[in-house]
């Protein structure tokens, strides 16, 4: 039997990824060509034996919906398991009324309603594995009030720049939550992942919301820490946070490397996702591809050099593509050549001969766009 | 079932001895087959795109894993309700000994009361074994146009190749008039294809009448057609034009992959309006490295490629390390090459490793070489 029920809470007001965002949550991005973000959160509670999930989202669902479905294809005990997504009405991004708590206000009675003892929160911007039965039963163990997953980074300065940071006594104590304000290297980066008591976590929700109408969980949670016992537990492993679109660039990047995939990745921990019944990818006489990951459904004919390529795109002869993260069913035609994109789903680059943007800042092609 | 009417039936009893260690463990509809499918999905999601609800699958030799394949009807979305997969091993019945199937009319005729559940009005009967892709519902508007008794589709074979085939003589109507099993002298080059569809009363009558028979071999090749054709019944060829592939040796099987290569192969498993549907693995998308060369290739998720790949297949999960190279081969799920060694004309089975410097195959051989076994490297 499972102790907890699980959350997986919508991208915050600080998170905001240009382009990327304006036709899906953050959680419905297409990730690693054949991925979705949210199919971390979900196979890792899925792994862990939580089946029962409660997935919140606000505006533009219809990506996110139509991805999870039943929540069949995420192993989660058909019967006895349940995947329900969670709207928040008033949800808007960029509302700052519209926060984490509004939403779990608007849903109490399901989270009332839940049988479980704890509830494990896990965030839908954040790429990473872990086995939360493990951080459930040391959180039990341990008498602490909350528990809550940090990953020490060496580069704060310039990355997870609108993530929280967690500052933490020897005894593994959390004494405060702040932003990261990007003034030191080496910080310890809160994955916005929490187990608690499904009663506290009520008791926190109610609180907040009485307190201020803008707060948001980690708010109240870092007013608290003081009079509760907070305790960090450690991540090792890939650990990425989705908070603008170069964070959302690098992170899939970063994962071409197949050390750093197998940072990540685990046979004994499949990340699911929905198929989509596509046939193997076709190689032709005159295609060169290096240092790539490809999904199915391909028919490659050009070069391909340290990219990502999603399901079913189509790579024309003489066409380059090289540090692009392309997007599920994009064309790019003969003889263009781009360099340093992002190219989103459903794109034809037909045209457009020389498509580059500067490695430091790489560029991005909307959903759906022709070229 | 609701839908047309026909309820299909699927025979994937046969062992194909002729693919040797391939089929030791596994029945060879189970036989793996274009990087990520099982040679099974193909009638099944035929079917299943076909609007056929209800598929029995009639299985006998080495029955396990294929069993417990297909009953996953969702696979091929025949999960709805009144639809579903049916797995059809012999069975002891009241009223009979625990026998097998012997032959492939008498596998329907002991399902006669399974498929008297659904009362069809057509049955449509299958080989698992054969890769194509054909929309029944087409062949049964024809067999209805036709006011057929039983319907065969057939295929056009190269008349020098006709022999090896079962041959069907028609009249300038489409009406089968002969039927000649392997013919010395082919009369025409319209081979069946082991499809049929039959009104599944006239058909439930001859099988009751069939297992009676003493004489018989309880095949519809050898039985049930030609006594359709004595008795002068509506016989129709249904003619089909597209891939077809019957893969009973090594190297048919090697070839039937090798066209997955061809930009044109006919068999457009690329087609989003057919697809052809198979189990969902969680695998890695493929991973192909920095010194990687691929030239003609067909490769599937969780493959991961650090070395040279020419010509060949990779089936879900075959690795090729850096340095390693793969001309003119298939290597089935799991398979692995390592460093430095060199596969060529070969079919490497699933999950079998090829040692550090290994050499397997070679270039000139006459067949291909079936590799199913672990090969030592020099490490």
């Known amino acids: 039997m499972n102790k907890a029920f699980g959350i997986v809470n919508f991208a915050g007001n600080h998170i905001q990824v240009a382009g990327l965002q304006e036709y899906r949550p953050v959680g419905a991005f297409s990730f690693l060509g054949r991925y979705r973000i949210i199919d971390f959160p979900i196979s890792n509670m899925s792994n862990s034996g939580i089946d029962n999930i409660q997935v919140y989202v606000r505006r533009k669902p219809r990506s996110l919906t139509e991805h999870l479905g039943t929540g069949r294809h995420y192993n989660i005990n058909s019967k006895r398991g349940k995947l329900d997504i969670m709207y928040a009405e008033g949800g808007e991004v960029g509302n700052l009324y519209s926060t984490d708590i509004s939403a779990y206000i608007e849903n109490m009675d399901y989270i009332e309603r839940m049988p479980q003892p704890y509830v494990v929160i896990v965030p839908s911007y954040m790429i990473y594995t872990t086995d939360y039965s493990k951080f459930i039963d040391a959180h039990a163990e341990s008498g602490a009030d909350i528990s809550m997953m940090y990953h020490a980074v060496d580069n704060a300065k310039e990355a997870f720049l609108s993530c929280d940071t967690l500052n933490i006594n020897k005894q593994k104590g959390v004494l405060s939550i702040e932003p990261n304000r990007g003034n030191a290297k080496n910080r310890n980066i809160s994955m916005d992942t929490y187990v608690m008591t499904k009663e506290l976590f009520l008791d926190l929700v109610n609180k907040a919301h009485k307190t201020s109408s803008m707060y948001t969980f980690a708010d109240i949670l870092d007013e608290e820490c003081g009079e509760l016992d907070v305790r960090a537990v450690s991540h090792r492993g890939f650990f990425a946070a989705i908070t603008d679109f170069k964070s959302y660039y690098d992170a899939n990047m970063a994962l071409i490397d197949l050390k750093n995939a197998m940072n990540l990745f685990d046979d004994e921990w499949p990340v699911y996702t929905r198929t989509n019944d596509s046939c193997p990818t076709q190689y032709f006489a005159d295609s060169k591809v290096t240092s790539s990951v490809v999904s199915n459904g391909c028919l490659i004919e050009g070069e391909v050099e340290n990219s990502i390529i999603g399901r079913g795109c189509i790579i024309k002869p003489g066409a380059v593509v090289k540090n692009c993260v392309i997007s599920t069913d994009v064309i790019i035609g003969k003889g263009v050549h781009v360099e340093n994109m992002m190219v989103d789903k459903h794109s034809r680059l037909i045209r457009g001969k020389r498509i580059i943007a500067s490695p430091e800042k790489p560029g991005y092609i909307k959903r759906g766009d022709t070229l | ?379």
């Not at chain 2, 569809?197 to 519809?220: E, Y």
């Not at chain 2, 129709?236 to 190297?251: L, S």
């Not at chain 2, 290739?297 to 390390?321: H, M, P, W, Y």
Request: aromatic share 8%; charged share 25%.
């Open chain 2, 1 to 379: 079932m609701k839908q047309n009417n026909m309820l299909a039936m699927i025979l994937a009893g046969g062992r194909g001895s002729r693919l040797h260690e391939l089929t030791k463990k596994v029945a060879k509809p189970a036989v793996s087959y274009g990087g990520k499918y099982r040679i099974i999905d193909f009638p099944l999601s035929n079917c299943a795109n076909s609007g056929i609800d209800v598929v029995g699958v009639l299985t006998q030799y080495e029955s396990v894993l294929l069993n417990s394949y297909v009953a996953a009807g969702r696979r091929w979305g025949l999960d709805a309700k009144d639809s579903g997969v049916y797995v059809l091993p012999p069975r002891e019945k009241s009223d009979a000994d625990l026998d097998v199937y012997r032959g492939t009319a008498d596998a329907i005729s002991q399902n006669i009361d399974f498929i008297d559940t659904y009362s069809p009005e057509y049955l449509l009967i299958l080989s698992g074994d054969h890769i194509y892709k054909m929309n029944y519902a087409k062949m049964l508007a024809y067999h209805k146009e036709c006011q057929s008794d039983a319907t065969i589709a057939v295929i056009e074979v190269p008349m020098k190749e006709a022999s090896r085939f079962g041959i069907m003589n028609t009249d300038e109507t489409g009406r089968i008039v002969e039927f000649e099993e392997k013919p010395e002298h082919p009369k025409s080059n319209l081979a069946s294809m082991g499809i049929y569809i039959f009104n599944w009363k006239t058909l439930r009558k001859m099988l009751l009448a069939d297992m009676k028979d003493p004489d018989s071999s309880h095949d519809f090749g050898k039985d049930i057609i030609p006594t359709l054709l004595n008795e002068k019944k509506n016989v129709f060829a249904y003619k089909y034009k597209g891939y077809w592939k019957d893969v009973g040796t090594i190297d048919s099987l090697w070839e039937a992959n090798m066209d997955l290569l061809n930009k044109n192969n006919g068999l457009d498993l690329n087609d989003p309006s057919w697809k052809i549907y198979t189990e969902d693995v969680t695998s890695l998308p493929q991973y192909i490295g920095s010194d990687a060369v691929i030239d003609r290739a067909f490769i599937t998720q969780g493959c991961i490629v650090g070395g040279e790949v020419r010509n060949s297949v990779l089936f879900t999960d075959a690795k090729v390390a850096s340095g390693a190279k793969v001309i003119d081969s298939v290597l089935m799920p799991g398979a692995e090459v390592a460093e430095g060694a060199v596969v060529t004309r070969a079919l490497v089975a699933g999950g079998v490793k090829i040692g550090r410097n290994a050499v397997v195959g070679s270039a000139d051989s006459e067949n291909i070489e079936l590799v199913a076994k672990r090969v030592k490297g020099d490490e």
